[in-house]
Every structure is written in structure tokens, then in C-alpha cells.
């Protein structure tokens, strides 16, 4: 079984990582996020490693890194004369792609989140 204060470093690091990933070419927000990261975990290190607050943090931390990876990109503005505003986009090898086919479905053939919670269709 792992120790888990080498979960606990594991998920800093995919944290660390992911920053890196979502924020590279911007390194105030970059920081910030690190920074961030540092503090959260620092507000975190007195829970024992066994309690179930130790593991739901846990299992934050690889979710926030997993969130960054995915499904955080940035833009940035690019100077055009010929267009008011244009972004690009740093879409890497990681983002998660959708394929957009709900936004051609109606609300009838989505059904709703709360007759999804209901176990409806």
C-alpha cells in the first residue's frame, strides 16, 4: 500500500504539472497558480493522512489537475486592424475536444438534469 504522504506529494506534482501545461507562456498567472497550489496544500498538511478529509483533498487536487489540463485554455489577444477582436487560442495536445452534437439536439431529446437525477430519460 502507499504511504499517504507520497499521495499527497504525487498529487502536488500532477497539480505543479498541469499549471504548467494550462499556464505555460504566461508566467504571472503561472505563479499565481503555483502559488496557489502551495497554499492549499500548506491549509491541508495538518489533517491526518488517514482521515477522510485527507483523501477528499486528495482527490481534489487530481481533479483541479486533471480540469487544467483538459479544459483550461487560454487566449490571447491578437492585434488586427482589419478585425475588432481576434483571440487566439492555445489549444495543446491535451485539451479536451467535444464534438458539439448536443447543441443540434433539442431540450425535448436532452431531457433535463433534474429527470436525470431522478433516474429518468
Known amino acids: 500500500m502507499t504511504e499517504p504522504s ?8 500532477h497539480v505543479l504539472r498541469a499549471t504548467r501545461v494550462a499556464f505555460r507562456g504566461d508566467p504571472r498567472l503561472l505563479l499565481s497558480a503555483r502559488h496557489e497550489a ?5 491549509l491541508s498538511s495538518s489533517l491526518l493522512p488517514e482521515s477522510p478529509e485527507a483523501a477528499a483533498q486528495l482527490a481534489h ?9 483538459k479544459n483550461v485554455v487560454q487566449g490571447q ?13 492555445r489549444i495543446h495536445e491535451e485539451t479536451e475536444r467535444g ?11 436532452m431531457g433535463s438534469l433534474a429527470s436525470l437525477k431522478r433516474g429518468e430519460n
Do not use: G, P
Not at 502551495?38 to 500548506?42: G, K, P, Q, Y
Not at 487536487?61 to 487544467?68: G, H, K, Q
Open 77 to 89: 489577444k491578437v492585434e488586427d486592424a482589419s478585425v475588432d477582436e481576434k483571440y487566439r487560442l
Open 38 to 42: 502551495r497554499s492549499s496544500f500548506a
Open 61 to 69: 487536487a487530481e481533479d483541479v489537475a486533471t480540469i487544467l489540463r
Open 99 to 109: 464534438d458539439n452534437e448536443t447543441i443540434k439536439m433539442s431540450s425535448k431529446e
Open 6 to 13: 507520497s499521495l499527497a506529494l504525487a498529487a502536488y506534482r
